[in-house]
């Protein structure tokens, strides 16, 4: 038997629902933001995420699914959507006669070969929103409250973990006394961090290995390493988290994985008894992604999340998903001319907004009635045809068990005035 990759899955029945509700919680969240929906191509050039993330992040370098096509182009399938949003932007030159800032979301499944673990896997949809144009701290306030209100909606009580990466000139400041510090440590780093101290030392940082050694505990703090007009940003940005009542905590050794981020970054995560803290997704501020791949001065910022870790949170916090799994009417015949008149009216009802089911495999009246216990039904018709010969149906109310004769011309009515 054929059966489905490691890593990936099939979504159906409840848990179906349950993401149909994160989706329209979602929606409605960017509609009041007033961020607007884009879809990008499910592939792009390797190039594009090569440069933007960078070549030395994890996600570059152990988990992208390249490959050639049938034209020998190099492929890659999109491990996230801030490059295929920078990409769109330039493309379409949206930078060109810019009155308003461009404010997107998308909701994508997105690709990375990791370690499937719980949350994690390989094929996972991702919910994120890009908001280019502006370099004002208003633009980073609006993408963290929206990811912070989304998580407030969800029913969970999100706190944002931030921290600066300031601009180049303090990033750079940084890097150099990073290095000085770690280089006499070498030896105590795990292999992967003795290479990041060479390409990208701030990813030394956010090791999982070294995490709890005391050589990062002690590092220098990036917070004391940023000029004055980055620190000024910074404080801004928690003046107006103070402001918003939005929850936050500062953690200097916060990075991220991805090459493009200055200035602010965040990551989400919820406390909960059972699992303890877990990030549920981060964002921040890219300035400089845009120029490196159009050569167009534009700054950006932006935030993403993952369904899957996001569900298991609110089934942990024991988050009640309202879920509707009653249908409004089932339709029950036997003849052939009840039958007719069967597919009539559940064409019928569906068009005048009722869920409506009927019977596909001839099953008679004590399967039928089987079936709509079974799909939870509020109301029966119950067709016959001597009933049918007066231009009546039989409708039961199935909490009550209520019977009354109906015309079939005031059908939609009586359901209508019932329900
Ligand atoms: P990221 O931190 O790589 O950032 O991913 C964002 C979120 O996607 C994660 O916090 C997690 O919830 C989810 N995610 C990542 N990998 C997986 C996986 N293998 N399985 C399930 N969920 C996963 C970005 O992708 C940036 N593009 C965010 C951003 C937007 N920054 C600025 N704009």
Redesign the pocket.
């Known amino acids: 038997m054929i059966t489905k990759q490691k890593g990936t899955y099939d979504v159906y029945g409840v848990d179906a629902k349950k993401r149909e509700y994160v989706n329209d919680v979602i929606k409605g969240v960017c509609e009041k933001y007033n961020y607007n929906y884009i879809e990008t191509p499910v592939f792009e050039a390797t190039e594009l995420f090569h440069r933007s993330v960078g070549d030395t992040s994890d ?1 570059v370098s152990k988990e992208t699914y390249d490959f050639k096509d049938r034209g020998d182009r190099s492929i890659t399938l999109r491990p ?3 490059a295929s949003i920078a990409r769109w932007f330039l493309e379409n030159k949206l930078y060109g006669n810019m009155t308003e800032p461009v404010k997107v979301f998308y909701n994508e499944k ?1 690709y ?1 070969y ?1 370690r499937p673990q719980s ?4 094929e ?1 949809t ?1 919910f ?3 908001f280019i144009g502006s370099d004002d701290v208003m633009a980073d306030i609006d993408v963290i409250s929206l990811a912070y209100q989304t998580y407030c909606l969800l029913g969970l009580e999100p706190v944002i973990k931030i921290n600066s990466l300031g601009d180049k000139e303090s990033r750079d400041n940084y890097r150099e006394a990073l290095i000085n510090y770690l280089r006499p440590h070498i030896d105590e780093l795990c292999d992967d961090c003795k290479q990041r101290l060479e390409k990208n030392p701030l990813r030394v940082l956010d090791c999982k290995v070294d995490s709890g050694s005391e050589i990062l505990k002690n590092a220098p703090k990036i917070i004391d390493y940023l000029n004055q007009e980055s620190l000024d940003r910074y404080n801004k940005i928690k003046d107006y988290l103070d402001l918003l009542e939005i929850n936050y905590e500062e953690d200097s050794r916060l990075v ?3 090459d493009y ?1 200055d200035h602010i970054v965040f ?1 989400i995560y919820v406390n909960i008894e059972s699992i303890g803290k877990m ?6 501020r ?1 300035n400089g992604l845009i120029k490196l791949l159009g050569d167009i001065d534009m700054p950006a ?6 369904y ?3 569900l298991l949170a609110m089934e942990e916090a024991g988050v009640k998903i309202p879920i509707n799994e009653n249908i409004d009417v089932y339709v029950m015949y036997v003849s052939d001319t009840e039958k007719e008149t069967a597919s009539y009216l559940t064409q019928n009802l569906r068009l005048n907004g009722f869920v409506t089911e009927t019977d596909y495999l001839n099953k008679g009246l004590k399967g039928e009635f089987k079936s709509a216990d079974r799909l939870n039904a509020k109301y029966l018709i119950i067709l016959n045809d001597k009933d049918l010969e007066d231009n009546k149906v039989n409708v039961k109310d199935n909490m009550t068990k209520e019977e009354e004769k109906v015309n079939i011309n005031d059908l939609v009515d009586y359901l209508d005035m019932h329900m």
């Open positions: 996600m996230e959507g801030t997105m990375r990791e949350g994690r896997n390989r996972f991702q994120g929103v890009e991220r994985g991805l981020y990551e990030a549920l997704g981060g964002g921040g890219y910022v932006g935030f993403a999340m993952g899957d870790r996001t």
